[in-house]
């Protein structure tokens, strides 16, 4: 019987948010979490686990998060995925001071620059970025983008609990559009104000305390008016958007109720309607929700061009979700944009 993950197809299978660290990253956390467990609640969390953790997955996680050789190439190709889009696991460098922020980010991007030579047919990067450095990291994308040939950067959401809508981030932003670069706005362990709830019932990590975390991000981000400032930013959220694409008729409606009753007069309001921006400058990938009736509600609700694959490598690694998706209900062409097409122009790849 022939295996449908490896028959002869017209496409490659782009995988587009797959996670990766180099081993000083997990060295840092490491002594940072020895030395200071209690500062950070949700960084102790997420990397209290991850980089501390001795069970079966913490350490299936790690032993794939720093390797690009072996294991994960042998992985790519029992699942039929051609091609990952690498970046810098969460939280990477956000809950770092400058100094630190801006040293992981340039091991971690000469780290990437390295392996995209090495195997441009299998990897493409993007670039950490100091957010808490005093431009943002600004200097570090560019350096990253036209010397090292990543292809964007990786957001892990907040930023020590500062959301990157705030004035302090415009030049990253500047800098990405500048570029035409896109951003990546992945998760991280939710911020202070939001963690304790969700963590005293285990909602914190990527069952629920994520997506909540990120879609929150997402939607400050519209209404500042970041996209209003930079209309040709480009911004790539996962997980099928954090669930904003279920949303989007509800946050028109409500966010037109409150513009119209001045309801909160310390917000500006903005030209288009939210999903207007949505549409315009945010593409959505599958990382995590291999699932048919999601995906096809999403491609729905944001057009069939602004949804593409991914798998959510190595945290949720299940070959298996290839195939479903590979059997989602498309035309040839269709399905060769949700692999290929889209990735492809997104991230500009020369594959």
């Known amino acids: 019987m022939t295996n449908p993950v490896a028959a002869p197809r017209a496409y490659r299978r782009i995988a587009t948010e797959e996670a990766w660290a180099p081993p000083e990253m997990f060295d840092l956390f490491r002594q940072i979490l020895g030395e200071h467990p209690e500062d950070d609640p949700g960084f102790m969390s997420l990397m209290g686990y991850y980089a501390l953790g001795d069970g079966d997955r913490p350490r299936f996680i790690r032993e794939r998060m720093v390797d690009t050789e072996g294991v994960r190439l042998q992985e790519m190709d029992a699942a039929g995925v051609d091609h990952q889009i690498l970046a810098l696991t969460a939280p990477g460098t956000n809950p770092l001071a400058a100094a630190q922020a801006t040293d992981l980010a340039r091991v971690a991007n000469d780290h990437l620059g390295q392996i995209v030579r090495k195997r441009p047919d299998r990897f493409s990067g993007l670039a950490a970025v100091p957010f808490t450095a005093p431009d943002a990291g600004a200097a570090e994308l560019s350096r990253a983008v036209n010397e090292l040939g990543l292809k ?3 957001l892990n959401s907040h930023v020590r609990d500062r959301y990157t809508d705030a004035p302090e981030f ?3 932003y500047e800098a990405a559009a500048s570029l035409g670069v896109p951003v990546y706005l992945h998760p991280n362990a939710p911020s202070a104000g939001l963690f304790k709830p969700l963590h005293e019932r285990g909602l914190d990590g990527s069952m629920y305390g994520f997506g909540v975390e ?3 991000h997402l939607m400050r981000l519209v209404v500042s008016g970041v996209f209003e400032r930079f209309p040709n930013l480009k911004l790539v959220v996962g997980h099928l958007g954090e669930a904003v694409p279920f ?3 509800r946050i028109d409606y409500m966010y037109g109720k409150q513009v119209a009753t001045g ?3 310390h917000v500006k309001p903005l030209p288009l ?3 207007e921006y949505i549409r315009r400058n945010v593409w959505i990938t599958t990382s995590g929700m291999p699932w048919e009736d999601e995906i096809m509600f999403v491609r729905k609700m944001m057009g069939a ?5 991914a798998m959510d490598y190595p945290y949720q690694y299940e070959p298996s979700e290839v195939q479903l998706q590979d059997n989602l209900p498309m035309t040839d062409t269709e399905r060769f944009e949700f692999f290929e097409g889209i990735a492809t122009r997104v991230f500009d ?3």
């Not at 061009?305 to 694959?309: A, G, S, T």
């Open 305 to 309: 061009d602004r949804v593409m694959y």
């Open 263 to 265: 309801r909160y007069p």
């Open 349 to 351: 790849l020369e594959l």
């Open 273 to 275: 309607k939210p999903s």
């Open 214 to 216: 990120t879609g929150l």
């Open 170 to 172: 415009l030049p990253f």
């Open 247 to 249: 949303w989007l008729n």
């Open 152 to 154: 964007g950067a990786i």
